[in-house]
């Protein structure tokens, strides 16, 4: 059984280091490319393998991602100052080992960069971008889906009459950023193209041989084109698309409850409440979307950490999110603020961490102590870790989005791996969530505004979706 798991093991290794390795060639390539969509499509790529390099303690690859992320970052103009600092950090490492004496950083390739002055938090920093996720027919009515709600200024609509052998041109002009160009056909459509026209826009351009009745509409985050053609047979799109969401199951674990109350805020509001109001506000719109849901607990209720495993373990989810809000002692409680997203990793856990997770597991935590944690979280494997992590970046990106798009303030949401008791439970990507900083006399009036709730309940039900659509092209 053991020799049998260490070869899947080995295989699984190559496999990954062979996949990688053509990755990284393939987002090179991209990089270098004219296509503004493509050099997105490096940057994501850059990103995603530097987490697995942080993971595998690779520090070539790391060096590679970082060096492909900052020259993404330029040519999109993105900001990528802390990937920068970690790509100095890590190159004056290098050099420091290479030449004990010499202190100052080597003169490499990337030598535009500055070093970072002192020591970078371990942070991935999020900036938000709207993408296209896709489209579908709705009988006679094309409706491209968005990942954001979309605004009367996003759309800008024209027409072109017929010249040089080219029919009727219906243009628009969408704020969004394409990954994939979509190929959508219609038999009584001559064309419809869809490109990335500028940096941040979308043209979709539909060309026909008669004058169409054009009109469009905008709802939510799609965007409804009627061309007054007949209806497409089979909407192949959107049935796959439903599909997929009823297959996962998804389990909202809302932290402590009944006699845990958690953390206790500013104005004395409890971390129960709030997690369990944002919680459920999660799963009404998940379950909307056609995932099935199921929660730790839906009402104040006391919960162990065992029956929370326990659970876990035997529904097997597909997803775990589990939902905190954090707090500082007073003294502090001007400075700390803002979202937080923590994935399961035994190998790393900063200070900061540390603080939480003894914070976070310590309510039943007297029977097991830290090393039993370690030991269990050693046998969690790799591959669940980086989906942990991939999560948790798709839902900070999103929940960013969310927010300023109705002009909350937030910081970047920090991601960072630490050992959390309840993610041991899931055995696919897990989450622990602390929506944002109870002790924050300013923080806690957002966190129990209802708008605000829903709107952060909104950008982590947007991760998950874009979790998924990532995870069924890797
Ligand atoms: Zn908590």
Known sequence: MLRLFTTFFLLTTILFAVSTKAALDSAKKDLYSHSKTRQFQAYDTYKRYYIKALIDGNTKQQLRCLNGICIAGKKLRIDVSDYKKKLAKLESHKTHHKKKQKKEPSHTKTERIKPAKKTAPKRVQIRSKHALRGFHWDESTLVLEFDFMLHSKDVNFFKLRPDKGKGYRYIFDINAILFKKPVIKHKEIKRIKVSQYRRDKIRVVIESKKPLNMRFNREGKNLQITMGISAVHAPKAKKVSKRVNHNKLIIIDPGHGGRDGGAVG?????????????????????????????????????????????????????????????????????????????????????????????????????????????????????????????????????????????????????????????????????????????????????????????????????????????????
């Open 266 to 474: 500013y104005g004395r509001h409890l971390e129960k409440d709030i997690v369990l109001q944002i919680s459920k506000r999660l799963a009404k719109i998940l379950k909307k979307e056609g995932y099935k849901v199921k929660m730790t607990r839906s009402s104040d209720k006391t919960r162990s950490l065992k029956y929370r495993t326990k659970f876990t373990r035997k529904n097997k989810p597909d997803l775990f999110i589990s939902v905190h809000a954090n707090s500082v002692p007073k003294k502090n409680a001007h400075k700390a603020r803002g979202i937080e997203i923590y994935y399961l990793d035994p190998k790393r856990g900063s200070q900061r961490s540390s603080r939480l997770e003894r914070k976070e597991n310590a309510a039943d935590y007297n029977a097991m102590d830290s090393s039993i944690t370690k030991l269990f979280s050693a046998t969690q494997s790799r591959a669940k870790v980086l989906e942990s992590n991939f999560l948790a970046i798709d839902m900070g990106q999103n929940v960013v989005s969310r927010l300023r798009e109705k002009r909350f303030k937030v910081k970047d949401v920090k991601v960072a791996g630490g050992n959390f008791w309840v993610l041991v439970g899931a055995t696919s990507a897990a989450v622990l969530v602390e929506v944002g900083f109870v002790s924050h006399p300013q923080e806690v009036k957002q966190l129990i505004n209802k708008k605000y709730q829903q709107t952060l309940a909104e950008g982590l039900a947007d991760g998950v979706d874009q979790y998924f659509r990532n995870k069924a092209r890797r």
